[in-house]
Every structure is written in structure tokens, then in C-alpha cells.
């Protein structure tokens, strides 16, 4: 299985789990920022290569020397707000890359019989951001009107109408999966919940987008895994797969629950909540005001369902990015 993003947060999850499942498992990820080699650091038996996914002379040597027969790719520039400042390695990464993963993929597949073609699996990791922004009612799935918003989005909206032409244009047996907001260990802390974490422990403020009432749908990124996993044995060619988390917040309204769980924690030295360092500012341009999958195929299908509890993962996860603060932050969290 060749596990392209294999260093960032959701890829490296992936890459263990499927390890754990008894594949044999090759990462490519180009060690951007956003990569953590932490995460895989106690995994020898997977392979990590260093190179970017536009290499398609590496990439198909890759699926030929480790003779792979599923790609699934999580490689992305992933920040909508590092896509506003500055889009380009999100039109190279997201579109760009894509295609040729895309292209080498069909190459390899033309020296393959039928039958080890027609097991063949390319998956692409999309978003819900695809779909654009909901009101306050109604949730997405899989038939969902294309409608991006952000360079981000639009570049992951791109990318997956490339990925169905090779399936319609040249039979590659690809399968398309949406998924909301994740959160877990091994976020760079420029996403919310890694950022809202270390903000409080520094006593800085922290930042709320306008008035908070934007909406995220969480998924806890082991439940992600799971989907991705069963989409690989269960679903069928051409198919697309929409994992939701079924656990919908305000921003304003998370924010106030990793207050709670820090305050039990680490309390301040004053004894007030870290609530008090919760801050708004400008929101940012086009943003969208509500997420949320539910009612979809793959529940139907594939048999998919959240197993971990909001409540639980998100404790579970304050108190990793805590573990890994002690030592960084802790003289910052006497404070
Ligand atoms: N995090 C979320 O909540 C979320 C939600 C929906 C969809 N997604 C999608 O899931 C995928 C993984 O997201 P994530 O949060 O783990 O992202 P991430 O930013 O944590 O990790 C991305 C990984 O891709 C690697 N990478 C970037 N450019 C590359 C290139 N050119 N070649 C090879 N590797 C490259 C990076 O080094 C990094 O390890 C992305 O495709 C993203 O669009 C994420």
C-alpha cells in the first residue's frame, strides 16, 4: 500500500492502522511543516520515502519496486488560511500532484493483467469543504452539489473531478472519500483544536473567528481511518464515501469545552477558566458557516459508524497535546 502523506496528521494515523491490519505499508510525504516524523517513529516496519507525489518517475517507481496495490492519498496542502495568503503549493500539491499520482498509477496498471488491475484500489482523501457552506439546516453526503469556496477547497475540488475522469476515462478503479473536520494526536498546531490548546497554555489569547457561531461537524480521526479502511474492502470502483462524526459544534462552543478540560487539568494560578483568554477576531474572508455529513452511503453500504464518543476523544486528545506540551510549555503553564 503506498500511503502518500504518510507524515501528516491523518495519513500517519492511517499508515498504523493499515500496518496493524497486516499491510505492508510505504509512505511518500515531502516533509513539509506539516509533516511530524514523531508519528511513525515507533513503526520500523513501515517504509518512509521523502519526495513529493508531482514526481511521477519516483512515484511509479515506487509502486513497482514495492509492487503496490492500493494507493491512497492523503498528501495536501491542507490550511484554508494558508490558502487564502498564499495558494500556490495548494494548486501544485492538491491539483497538480493528483494528476500525477493519477498518471503514473494508470501506467503501472497497463503492465498488470486484469485481474490484478481489477484489484486495484487508488483512494482519494477529499473534504466536506467541497461541497461548500451550509445554512443552518440540512447535512451533506455523497450527492452533494460540488460549491468551493477557498483555494483549498477549490484545489480538493479539482483534484477529485480529475480522479473520477481516470476512473471514467480509463477505468481506474478509484474511490473518492469526504470527511469533516478531524481532530486527534499529531495535529500541526495551526488547526483549531491543537491551536485553541496551545494558545491557552501560553496565556495568549485565544482566537475566535468573528462570533464563533460557525459550525464544524468533528470526527475523531480513528474513526476516519476506520471509513478509509472499509472503503478499501467494501466499496466499489467509482464510488464515493462521505465519513461524518455526527458531533456538531459552534466554534465558540468547543472552545469552551477544551477550557473546561484544561481547567480540571492544569488549572491557572488564579483559579479562573482559560475561558477568559478566549478572544474574536476579524473573520476570516469567505468563511464558511456550517459543516455537516449525515444520512450517507457509507453508513448504508460499507456499514460505517463513529465508534468513539465526542466527549472521551476529545479528552483523550487535550490530554495528548498536554503530554506532548510538558517540557515545551510546562514553565509556561505555572505560570
Ligand atoms: N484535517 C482535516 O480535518 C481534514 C478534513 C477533510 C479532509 N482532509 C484531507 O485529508 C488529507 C490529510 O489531511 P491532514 O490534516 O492529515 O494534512 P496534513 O497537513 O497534516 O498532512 C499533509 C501531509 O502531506 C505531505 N505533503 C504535502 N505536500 C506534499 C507533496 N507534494 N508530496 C508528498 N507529500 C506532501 C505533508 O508533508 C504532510 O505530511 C488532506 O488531503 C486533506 O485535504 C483533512
Avoid at 223 to 247: K, T, W
Amino acid at each position: 500500500m503506498l500511503v502518500t502523506g504518510g507524515c501528516g496528521f491523518i495519513g500517519s494515523a492511517f499508515a498504523k492502522r493499515a500496518e496493524k491490519a497486516g499491510h505492508r505499508v510505504v509512505v511518500l510525504d515531502a516533509m513539509t511543516y506539516a509533516a511530524d516524523p514523531q508519528s511513525l517513529q515507533h513503526h520500523p516496519e513501515i517504509t518512509v520515502v521523502r519526495g513529493i507525489i508531482t514526481d511521477s518517475e519516483l512515484v511509479s517507481s515506487l509502486l513497482v519496486a514495492h509492487n503496490v496495490d492500493t494507493v491512497v492519498n492523503f498528501a495536501a496542502e491542507s490550511h484554508v488560511d494558508r490558502s487564502i495568503a498564499d495558494p500556490g503549493d495548494f494548486m501544485q500539491t492538491n491539483i497538480l500532484g493528483v494528476y500525477a499520482l493519477l498518471r503514473a498509477s494508470a501506467a503501472y496498471l497497463e503492465k498488470k493483467t486484469a485481474a490484478e488491475a481489477q484489484h486495484f484500489r487508488f483512494l482519494q482523501i477529499s473534504t466536506d469543504e467541497v461541497f461548500g457552506s451550509l445554512g443552518d439546516d440540512g447535512h451533506f453526503n455523497e450527492d452533494s452539489s460540488y460549491d468551493p469556496r477557498s483555494p483549498y477547497s477549490a484545489s480538493k475540488a479539482a483534484a477529485d473531478h480529475i480522479v473520477s475522469a481516470w476512473h471514467r476515462t480509463y477505468g481506474l478503479p478509484t474511490i473518492t472519500t469526504y470527511c469533516t473536520n478531524n481532530f486527534g494526536p499529531y495535529q500541526y498546531p495551526e488547526k483549531l483544536i491543537p491551536h485553541l490548546i496551545q494558545c491557552a497554555l501560553r496565556g495568549e489569547a485565544i482566537p475566535i473567528y468573528g462570533d464563533g457561531s460557525n459550525v464544524r461537524d468533528w470526527i475523531y480521526v480513528e474513526d476516519h481511518v476506520s471509513g478509509i479502511l472499509l472503503a478499501l474492502e467494501r466499496g466499489v470502483p467509482g464510488a464515493r464515501y462521505a465519513f461524518g462524526g455526527g458531533n456538531e459544534r459552534t466554534n465558540l462552543a468547543l472552545a469552551h469545552e477544551i477550557c473546561t478540560l484544561l481547567d480540571e487539568r492544569v488549572p491557572r494560578h488564579d483559579g479562573s477558566s482559560y475561558a477568559a483568554q478566549i478572544t474574536f477576531v476579524p473573520d476570516r474572508p469567505g468563511h464558511d458557516y456550517r459543516y455537516a455529513i449525515r444520512e450517507t452511503r457509507a453508513e448504508r453500504e460499507l456499514g460505517y459508524r463513529p465508534a468513539h464518543p465526542f466527549d472521551e476523544a476529545l479528552r483523550e486528545t487535550v490530554e495528548w497535546y498536554l503530554n506532548r506540551a510538558r517540557g515545551t510549555v510546562a514553565s509556561e503553564v505555572q505560570r
